[in-house]
């Protein structure tokens, strides 16, 4: 029998880099196991963020991939002000760190493109793929977003063919997400972005979190909601590299990806810090390993502190060599936005990071989703962004198994979380 056909609307896709692809590329890539046959729709001439040639790899060579041009006004807005290549990944300068070049194209961000900068794409996507929806036959649709716009590209072919089944998949929330408070929105645009969203949620057939919190937030607001998580593939670890962590020189603490202001742990700075300055054994062996985007006032910070000759930078590189660092690692350090509103974030990474066995040590709001996890697979723990002794102790104890051989692997139930599995969930929900 024949896979059913499915079309998935997406920006982000191979070249981009980041976890943003991955959870459609990795879906795409399980789906015909399960009976559907995905199709690809996307940009041709995107704006992104990150590249990252080697996810092109992951791309089955018989995978259907239709593209179409779209306008974006971020080289204009770059050429004014080179911080704005930040809000392609949804980053922002806070506080005192931010210009008033900031202040005005966050203001303009906020209140001239709504949902987001990506929004000229949604009438010519809309006319193009009425005719190639019918053309083709495909009775089944998904939008994943961010950006949100891809949400209204669902919700106007949903309205003009109500047969039409269709997934809005959040992979981040839209006026829940912590940096939505920073878009210095005025009334009239703030109720214009609740009500696309609440308009989302009311004519979506299924709409997809990847947080437990998010999907009980998105049913209080009317909408049919499930929670599949993002996860790890399986294919991208290489076992032999896996087993590596005793061997490693050094004890390394390592943050892998983009780290932006509003999800930096001061508050573990500072125990490094003090840990360096009062434990000597400790000092000689420590190295603070950034692999990726660190924001250079976050880097500017620890370089003017006791850390400043732990520091090794790799800077951005391939997903490939990242899931590598990942696994020449003593401990993996993972950090969520601070606020409440937060605490359904689950970021891709920590996937990857379990498939590695190594512990993790992760910041953000109490009682997170990301705790959950931690507890469950017995991977590591969580701590809030308040100063506590509790951070430094834990950091010590796994610095001590490191020095006696004895930082094993020993993490539970992570089988869950691998892509296959939740690709399965997805066939079943689909």
């Not at 977003?145 to 981040?172: C, E, Q, V, Y």
């Not at 490693?248 to 500072?270: A, C």
């Not at 391939?318 to 974030?345: C, R």
Request: contains cysteine; proline residues 5%; charged residues 25%.
């Amino acid at each position: 029998m024949e896979n059913k056909k499915i079309l998935i609307i997406t920006y982000y896709w191979p070249p981009a880099g980041g976890p943003g692809v991955q959870r459609w590329l990795k879906f795409a890539k399980y789906l015909p196991e399960f009976g559907w046959k995905p199709i690809i729709y996307t940009p041709e001439n995107p704006s992104y963020p990150l590249l990252d040639e080697s996810l092109m790899k992951d791309v089955p060579k018989d995978l259907e991939i239709i593209r179409t041009k779209i306008w974006e006004p971020y080289q204009l807005a770059e050429k004014l002000n080179k911080s704005n290549k930040k809000f392609k990944a949804g980053q922002f300068d806070v506080g005192k760190n931010q210009s008033w070049k900031s202040r005005l194209s966050i203001w303009v961000r906020g209140n001239f493109f709504i949902p987001d900068a990506r929004v000229f794409w949604v009438k010519p996507s809309t006319k193009f793929l009425e005719k190639y929806l019918k053309e083709n036959k495909i009775e089944t649709i998904i939008t994943s977003g961010p950006p949100h716009s891809m949400h209204l590209i669902g919700l106007n072919l949903k309205k003009a063919m109500p047969t039409l089944k269709w997934i809005a998949d959040f992979r981040d929330p839209w006026t829940e997400i912590s940096y939505y408070k920073h878009l210095k929105l005025t009334n009239r645009s703030d109720k214009k972005h609740r009500f696309l969203e609440s308009e989302i949620f009311k004519n979506a057939d299924i709409t997809l979190a990847t947080s437990y919190t998010d999907a009980e937030n998105f049913r209080k607001n009317g909408a049919n909601a499930f929670c599949i998580t993002n996860g790890f593939d399986e294919s991208d670890s290489n076992s032999q590299t896996l087993k590596l962590s005793n061997s490693q020189p050094k004890f390394t603490l390592s943050y892998i990806g983009v780290l932006e202001q509003l999800r930096n742990p001061e508050n573990l700075w500072k125990a490094l810090d003090n840990l360096v300055k009062t434990h000597s054994d400790f000092a000689e062996n420590f190295s603070l390993k950034f692999v990726g985007r660190i924001d250079d006032k976050i880097l500017e910070t620890i370089e003017n502190s006791s850390l400043k000759n732990h520091i090794l930078n790799l800077g951005y590189v391939s997903h490939d060599k990242a899931v590598d660092e990942m696994s020449k690692s003593s401990l993996l350090l993972i950090t969520n936005f601070p606020n409440d509103s937060s605490k359904g974030i689950i970021p891709g990474k920590i996937f990857e990071y379990l498939a590695t066995g190594k512990q993790i040590i992760s910041f953000g709001p109490e009682k997170a989703d990301v705790s959950k996890i931690l507890d469950e697979t017995k991977a590591g723990k969580h701590f809030g962004y308040r100063d506590s002794q509790e951070i430094e102790d834990f950091i010590l104890e796994k610095f001590a198994l490191w020095k006696n051989g004895n930082l094993s692997e020993n993490t539970e139930n992570i089988e869950q979380f691998s892509r296959k599995n939740l690709t399965k969930q997805l066939s079943e929900i689909l």
